[in-house]
């Protein structure tokens, strides 16, 4: 499994304005990996993340999906093309995508969240869809809560529930945006763990986090993005260990004193 | 359609803009009374305001004016057809405003008045000096929705005979035979005196500083 | 106090009137609030053109009173051919009226619905209609209840303007009943008092609603 590519980034540049928020990004995510982006804020982490899953369009450059390309193609001499909108939702279909503000749907319940996946885009019958979510929802060991609201869960609950939602769709690449940095402590944990699962079980994921730890014990790749561009990139413990890059060290003592001077073995 | 007719109209829009001004005024002093009553501490106050609110935002507006236009008299009030409009217009602005100013009081960040008494100040300071301009601010872009409101249900008026915007469009409108041009100028008489509040309103709020919307 | 004999000869005229002003609340409140999602969401999804004229349209009717469009509906419609029967144009009058706040309304409820919500529907796969059908208008439903029971009752309180243009309703049958008797006073005391329960009714079942629908709400 591990080898091939899941996400390959080409010279992906997106603007706002004429402020460039990435500058040419080329990235490869590989098949059963988990990969990392670090990076201070206002790097471009979650735009980066947000143009893989196409909700921002890249400006130019090119995005690829288990090989096929996303929203836009290149033709052979070089001009941009956008893919029909089928197309988009077609190779959008391999991405569940976890946000770090949950995003549940207020009106429906646990269940129906990660049921409405299944019964409106996959056209299940409601049975099936019913206990397909139920497992899903069992995986991240929440079947007891099925019936609850978003309102009624804790936070920790919540983003498991969104989990369980992105993974029914049955996809072959998990984005994380930062999915613990609105949760207290005690509740990050849950969530870590069930993340972690998913990695052991050869998840292909791509997460934006501030969790160090996961970041050096689970990710095979990270990938350190500093002023719109990747700075530093390798296996995690050749990155952390030896943060030869000056930004990179500043980074890793600003923002992550605690954890990561253990790691840095000082 | 003629420029007498445009002339009329603009009467017209003289004393609808008298009419609401004057309601808008006494309205909010009421209103501020009646507020005062709905916060305090005697529960009958308390009540009655309640009662007082309830009621006239519930009946409507030509209801309560014929209400008004007609028991007057039998109480012993002879009064002219103005006066009732403008009791009725009054009684109906100032429970929408003793609960718009209740819901500014009411939502007045905690921290703000303790700030205040931490500092020294007496209940009376504290009321004068932090909540009522609090709450005036919070409820400033409220109180101009409601001069809005006010202006426009004023065209009621008409039916107890005061020569308002509408009254004047009825009559020329019954006279020419032309209800279209009349009435569509009435209402454009009514735009332009909505544009007037708004920018009244905007003014005062540049004045205290609000945040523009 | 009052004649008892008139009133009862009058009340079956006092009842039709009241069930007319209780049809016509509710239809309107119907069809305003349907009126206004099409305008809303041709506003918001629609081609850009669409969107400059409704607003102006919009605006000229809440910024101009309810009795003047009725007007303007009832003795200005026959010359452009518009000759309608008085509770016909009532109805459309009290609809389009209505429709213009709901627009606004249901407007700012659907720019309110959170951005992530539709992002994380893409993200699942529901196309542009899904995603209006089962993430934007419940939630959007959810959001604008309060201001929308604020509005039914403003349009219920608007049916009594109908009168002024000859519809039977509650406020003509009454205020026609005590005009008839010299008893006027009593008679507009009466109409205060059943337009006074009905609007009492109309928030309590509005409030109990919005605290059945609390359990829906994220913090
Ligand atoms: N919709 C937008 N319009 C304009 N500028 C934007 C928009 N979204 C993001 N930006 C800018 O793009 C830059 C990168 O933002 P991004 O959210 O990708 O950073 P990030 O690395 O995820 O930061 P954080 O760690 O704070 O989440 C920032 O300078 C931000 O201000
Ligand atoms: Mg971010």
Redesign the pocket.
């Known amino acids: 499994m591990s080898g091939d590519v899941a996400i390959t980034l080409r010279n992906v540049v997106k603007r706002?304005?004429d402020?460039e928020?990435l500058r040419g990004i080329d990235l490869d995510v590989r098949h059963g990996e988990v990969t990392c982006l670090i990076?201070?804020?206002?790097?471009?982490?979650?735009?980066?993340l947000?143009c893989v899953a196409f909700l921002e369009e890249h400006d130019a450059g090119i995005i690829r999906i288990g090989g096929a390309p996303l929203g836009f193609d290149e033709r052979p001499d070089g001009s941009r093309i956008r893919l029909p909108i089928t197309e988009i939702a077609r190779v959008r279909r391999n991405i569940g995508m976890v946000f770090q503000q949950f995003n549940l749907w207020p009106h429906m319940t646990a269940l129906g969240n990660v049921a409405e996946g299944l019964r409106q885009v996959l056209r299940l019958h409601k049975r099936e869809a019913h206990d397909r979510a139920m497992a899903h929802l069992t995986r991240v060991g929440l079947a007891e809560r099925a019936s609850y609201y978003p309102s009624q869960l804790s936070g920790g609950q919540q983003q498991r529930v969104a989990i369980a939602r992105a993974l029914a769709m049955d996809p072959k690449i998990m984005l994380f945006?930062?999915p613990t940095s609105s949760l207290d402590p005690e509740l990050t944990g849950e969530v870590l763990n069930v993340m972690r699962d998913l990695a052991a079980e050869g998840m292909t994921m791509l997460v934006?986090t501030?969790e160090i730890g996961f970041a050096a014990h689970v990710a095979q790749h990270v990938v350190f993005?500093d002023q719109?561009q990747i700075a530093l990139e390798g296996r995690a413990s050749d990155v952390f260990r030896k943060p030869w890059h000056p930004r990179m060290a500043q980074f890793l003592e600003t923002y992550l004193d605690r954890g990561a001077s253990v790691l840095l073995g000082n | 359609m003629t420029w007498i007719h445009v002339y009329l109209l603009a009467v017209g829009a003289v004393v609808t803009a008298g009419l609401s001004v004057v309601s808008i005024t006494v309205g909010l002093a009421i209103g501020i009374l009646v507020c005062a009553a709905s916060l305090s501490r005697a529960a009958p106050l308390r009540w009655a305001a309640r009662v007082y609110v309830s009621f006239f935002r519930g009946v409507p507006l030509l209801v309560l004016l014929l209400l008004i236009y007609h028991l007057l008299p039998q109480i012993g009030i002879d009064v002219p057809g103005v006066v009732a409009a403008l009791v009725g217009l009054t009684l109906c602005t100032s429970a929408y405003q003793a609960e718009t100013l209740r819901g500014g009081f009411v939502n007045i960040a905690p921290g703000l008045v303790e700030a205040g008494r931490m500092i020294g100040l007496n209940a009376t300071q504290l009321l004068v000096r932090i909540r009522a301009p609090i709450a005036l601010r919070l409820t400033l872009p409220a109180l101009v929705n409601e001069g809005i409101m006010i202006l426009k249900a004023s065209s009621l008026v008409s039916v107890v005979g005061v020569g308002d915007i509408t009254r004047t469009a009825q009559n020329l409108s019954s006279s020419t035979y032309r209800p279209i041009e009349m009435f569509a100028t009435a209402g454009v008489f009514y735009l332009l005196l909505n544009v007037i509040v708004t920018r009244g309103g905007n003014g005062l709020g540049r004045l205290l500083g609000l945040p523009r919307t | 106090m009052m004649d008892l004999d008139a009133l009862s000869d009058a009340f079956p005229e006092i009842l039709d009137g009241l069930w007319l002003t209780i049809f016509m609340w509710l239809a309107g409140s119907a069809l305003a609030p349907l009126l206004g999602l099409a305008v809303a969401l041709a506003r918001r999804f629609g081609p850009a053109w669409v969107d400059r004229p409704l607003w102006a349209i919009v605006e000229v009717i809440r910024g101009t009173p309810f009795l003047v469009q009725m007007f303007l509906l009832y003795y200005g419609g026959p010359f452009i051919g518009l000759d309608l029967e008085p509770t016909t144009a009532g109805l459309l009058g009290l609809t389009i009226y209505g429709a213009a706040y709901f627009s606004e309304i249901l407007r700012g409820g659907l720019i309110a619905v959170p951005k992530g919500h539709v992002e994380a529907a893409l993200c699942v796969g529901l196309n542009r209609m899904q995603i209006i059908r089962r993430i934007l208008l419940p939630e959007m439903t959810l959001l604008v209840l309060p201001a929308s029971v604020n509005m039914f009752i403003v349009l219920l309180k608007e049916t009594a303007v109908l009168s002024i243009v000859t519809v039977p309703e509650l406020t003509m049958a009454v205020t026609g009943f005590g005009s008839a008797n010299f008893a006027f006073t009593q008679a507009a005391l009466v109409l205060a008092l059943c337009y006074w329960s009905l609007t009492e009714l109309s928030g309590l079942v509005g409030r109990a609603l919005e605290r059945r629908l609390d359990r829906f709400r994220i913090a």
């Open positions: 706002y304005g402020h928020v990076g201070p804020s206002g790097s471009g982490k979650s735009t980066l947000r945006d930062e934006v501030h993005l719109a």
